[in-house]
């Protein structure tokens, strides 16, 4: 358990955002240049005043020195909210409604998942099968000309895994339509909100971590010291605040388009799948072309050199 705990300690270090990240590594580097000993420990002075350009030289410096003081405040006060709740003796902000619909939103994506793995899987198997079919007739139409005894038998034999590669190429086309789609509602669409899901979460946490300082603050002894710190951590807390609720409302807006986008892409999925695994066990090429044409896909000519074998229109 202590590991874990040490695991989700170090995940709540790396809520800043890349780019912050990057600000603050750059900082670090500017300050080990200008203060090589610690910014309260700087080298003797040398004999030669400084110019102004390394007046303003250390005021940068001193400019990113406070971005990563405050990053290290955040993140000390996000561990600590982080862990109290983990042992049950801090209080955590919840909205019931809101993460149901996020864990449903988790669950829904790994079983669309799934399906994406098992529709890659058919597209491989459908095209090694078309490969064997292409095979197959090729050997029938060359025995056919070589075998005048069985020269109609071998004929209609290879006619006929002609025909079973034709109708093969079509459902192709349409289960890699399929993949496709599901490929796109998975890794952007989905992955998009939860990207958003996750700076909701982290913004939550250093919402309810500033809110606990507040209120240590607002119980301890009232005197001119405290009062002002009182006063920097309400400022601080709204912001906060603010922040949260944010992120919150754009997470419930995100959540509610998922839903209706994913039903509309569904639906269409569903029934292009259907129809096209019908037609082709019942063997009705017509209505497997029809298909296609239907849901506007363009198949590739048989000499691709890959087995997806389509071009959305």
């Excluded at 989700?8 to 240049?33: F, N």
């Excluded at 955040?74 to 019931?96: A, P, W």
């Excluded at 005197?223 to 807390?237: M, N, P, V």
């Excluded at 292009?272 to 029809?290: I, R, W």
Aim: glycine share 6%; with cysteine.
């Amino acid at each position: 358990m202590r590991r874990a705990l040490c695991q989700e300690a170090m995940g709540a270090q790396l809520m800043v955002s890349s780019p912050q990240r990057v600000e603050i590594e750059m900082a670090i580097m500017q300050m080990t240049e200008f203060y090589p000993l610690g910014p309260g420990r700087q080298q003797p002075h040398s004999a030669a005043p400084a110019g102004p350009a390394d007046e303003v030289a250390r005021g940068i410096a001193g400019e990113k020195f406070d971005i990563v003081k405050k990053w290290g405040i955040n993140t000390y006060k996000c561990t600590k909210q982080l862990l109290s709740e983990r042992f049950g003796r801090g209080s955590r902000t919840v909205d019931l409604e809101l993460e149901l619909q996020i864990e449903l939103l988790r669950d829904t994506k790994r079983k669309y998942e799934s399906i994406l793995q098992l529709g890659r899987a058919l597209t491989a198997h459908l095209y090694s099968l078309l490969q064997t079919q292409h095979a197959l007739g090729d050997a029938f139409a060359d025995l056919s000309q070589k075998s005048p005894e069985l020269q109609e038998e071998f004929g209609y034999n290879a006619e006929t895994q002609k025909l079973l590669c034709k109708n093969g190429e079509t459902l192709l086309g349409a289960v890699n339509f399929f993949v496709s789609s599901i490929n796109t509602l998975v890794t952007k669409t989905m992955e998009d909100t939860l990207m958003t899901v996750k700076q909701y979460e982290a913004a939550r946490l250093e919402y309810d971590a500033y809110r606990t300082d507040l209120e240590e603050l607002s119980l301890g002894p009232r005197d001119a010291g405290t009062l002002g710190r009182l006063e920097s951590a309400q400022a601080t807390f709204q912001t906060h605040r603010e922040k949260y609720e944010k992120l919150r409302g754009d997470v419930a807006i995100k959540l509610k388009f998922l839903e209706e986008n994913k039903i509309k892409v569904m639906h269409k999925q569903l029934l292009l799948f259907h129809n096209a695994v019908s037609a082709y066990f019942a063997g009705n090429q017509q209505q497997l072309e029809q298909t296609l044409q239907q849901f506007n896909i363009k198949l590739r000519p048989p000499g691709s050199e890959k087995p997806s074998w389509l071009e959305e229109q």
